[in-house]
Nanobody
Framework: QVQLAESGGGLVQAGGSLRLSCAASGRTFNSYAMGWFRQAPGKEREFVATIIWNGGNTYYADSVKGRFTISRDAAENTVYLQMNRVKPEDTAVYYC????????????WGQGTQVTVSS
């Protein structure tokens, strides 16, 4: 079983920056990929970014491309989401997620961290 713990959420002004962290722990950690999703009030959960653990390839939603950067620290089993030039529409609960070794599905989820962007 893999446990994911997010941190770094909070209140930020539009145009500012914030960095989210997600530490993975458990008996074994061999996820194919880790990523971030978000869910705004009244909306469905949506994909934000993902990183392939081996190799580091990254993928982003169009809405955050060029503003957000996902990265990982393999030694610490930690993934980061650097959020720059944030907008009020980035306000949401951000969830860290990880696939299993096959990468077919996002199997593990964190509890979420609130990000609020004020205008």
């Amino acid at each position: 079983q893999v446990q994911l713990a997010e941190s770094g959420g909070g209140l930020v002004q539009a145009g500012g920056s914030l960095r989210l962290s997600c530490a993975a722990s458990g008996r074994t950690f061999n996820s194919y990929a880790m990523g971030w999703f978000r869910q705004a009030p009244g909306k469905e959960r949506e994909f934000v970014a993902t990183i392939i653990w081996n190799g580091g390839n990254t993928y982003y939603a169009d809405s955050v491309k060029g503003r957000f950067t996902i990265s990982r620290d393999a030694a610490e089993n930690t993934v980061y989401l650097q959020m720059n030039r944030v907008k009020p529409e980035d306000t949401a609960v951000y969830y860290c997620t990880a696939t299993d070794a096959t990468g077919r599905d996002y199997t593990y989820w964190g509890q979420g961290t609130q990000v609020t962007v004020s205008s």
